[in-house]
Nanobody
Framework: QVQLVESGGGLVQAGGSLRLSCAAS????????KGWFRQAPGKEREFVAAINWNGAHTYYRDSVKGRFTISRDNAKNTVYLQMNSLKPEDTAVYYCAATSGSGTYYYYTEDEYDYWGQGTQVTVSS
């Protein structure tokens, strides 16, 4: 059973930055495609960003393009989400996910992911 552990959340003012990290507990999962999702209070969980096994291919939801960057360091078994120019509407619990699907691709729907972290809270104040 793989565990994904997110860190780096917190409280930041609008326009600020945060970097989220997601570490996988097992080395075997270091090359799994991964993604970030978020869930705001009273809303459904939504896709944020995804990355294939080697970082060559990434994909973002429109509202974060140009502000967020997903990256990975397979040697450290970690995927990152750099979030810049944060807005109050980015406030949510952010979840890391991993999939056993083909590493060639990225994935952007929840049902394509097999493993999930426990989430980390990001709060952006206006």
């Amino acid at each position: 059973q793989v565990q994904l552990v997110e860190s780096g959340g917190g409280l930041v003012q609008a326009g600020g930055s945060l970097r989220l990290s997601c570490a996988a507990s097992r080395r075997a999962f270091s090359t799994y495609p991964k993604g970030w999702f978020r869930q705001a209070p009273g809303k459904e969980r939504e896709f944020v960003a995804a990355i294939n096994w080697n970082g060559a291919h990434t994909y973002y939801r429109d509202s974060v393009k140009g502000r967020f960057t997903i990256s990975r360091d397979n040697a450290k078994n970690t995927v990152y989400l750099q979030m810049n120019s944060l807005k109050p509407e980015d406030t949510a619990v952010y979840y890391c996910a991993a999939t056993s699907g083909s590493g060639t691709y990225y994935y952007y729907t929840e049902d394509e992911y097999d493993y999930w972290g426990q989430g980390t809270q990001v709060t952006v104040s206006s």
